[in-house]
């Protein structure tokens, strides 16, 4: 293995562990937005690149949740997932996006 094969695939490793780590952030976030709002939000699960290979093109995650029995979802960059965790900005965006969704689910 060359030594450019080697760092790109660690590059590639820890690009993957900060996104694994950001969507448990985005999880932990949406749980507690809805639970301010009284609602509960179950089935949390995440749709992102490799999940499916049609949408290998894809450069985004969607993290989709039931609330009172209707699946909903909220999708985000691989970029804005990335940059969350160590960006107080992305991090307030995100909580944003997330807050928005979660008010137009009490209309």
Same mark, same amino acid.
């Given at each position: 293995?060359?030594?450019?094969?080697?760092?790109?695939?660690?590059?590639?490793?820890?690009?993957?562990?900060?996104?694994?780590?950001?969507?448990?952030?985005?999880?932990?976030?949406?749980?507690?937005?809805?639970?301010?709002?009284?609602?509960?939000?179950?089935?949390?699960?995440?749709?992102?690149?490799?999940?499916?290979?049609?949408?290998?093109?894809?450069?985004?995650?969607?993290?989709?949740?039931?609330?009172? &029995?209707?699946?909903? +979802?909220? @999708?985000?960059? $691989? =970029?804005?997932?990335?940059?969350? %965790?160590?960006?107080? &900005?992305?991090?307030? +965006?995100? @909580?944003?996006? $997330? =807050?928005?969704?979660?008010?137009? %689910?009490?209309?």
């Amino acid at each position: 293995m060359s030594l450019r094969t080697f760092y790109n695939q660690f590059v590639d490793a820890l690009g993957r562990r900060g996104v694994e780590a950001a969507k448990l952030w985005v999880e932990t976030t949406l749980t507690r937005l809805a639970s301010e709002h009284n609602i509960q939000v179950e089935n949390i699960s995440w749709k992102g690149p490799s999940d499916d290979p049609r949408h290998l093109d894809r450069i985004s995650y969607s993290i989709y949740f039931d609330v009172s &029995n209707k699946r909903e +979802s909220i @999708e985000f960059s $691989i =970029r804005q997932l990335e940059d969350c %965790l160590g960006d107080k &900005n992305e991090q307030q +965006s995100l @909580e944003n996006k $997330i =807050r928005a969704k979660i008010a137009s %689910l009490k209309q």
